[in-house]
Nanobody
């Protein structure tokens, strides 16, 4: 089981970007999923999260500029970011709390990280 993130890249300030993450491999269920980011030399911080039933949570920096969504049938989670700023430049990681067998045990998985660079 893996999380595969995509969609990073270089954009100019004010532009938008959508990150996508898909669960590959066989799972029973994806519970909470989310996106984190890490600035150089810093620990990962939450950008946004979404429960299985669609309840969302955003960091203060992401509120009003980001939208997280998911598709439970496809086991995907997306992060649309608008009005990007240079200070959004970071490596973005998707995260999933996955149930991989019928014991019900939940394991946290991380995607490989995708670079987002906002620069003029």
């Amino acid at each position: 089981v893996q999380l595969q993130a995509s969609g990073g890249g270089s954009v100019q300030p004010g532009e938008s970007l959508t990150l996508s993450c898909v669960v590959s491999g066989s799972i029973v269920r994806a519970n909470d999923m989310g996106w984190y980011r890490r600035f150089p030399g810093k620990v990962r911080e939450l950008v946004a999260s979404i429960t299985r039933d669609g309840t969302t949570n955003y960091s203060d920096s992401a509120k009003g500029r980001a939208t997280i969504s998911r598709n439970n049938d496809l086991n995907t989670v997306h992060l649309q970011m608008n009005s990007l700023k240079p200070e959004d430049t970071a490596v973005y990681y998707c995260n999933g709390n996955l149930v991989t067998d019928y014991s019900g045990r939940q394991i946290i998985y991380w995607g490989q990280g995708t670079q987002v660079t906002v620069s003029s």
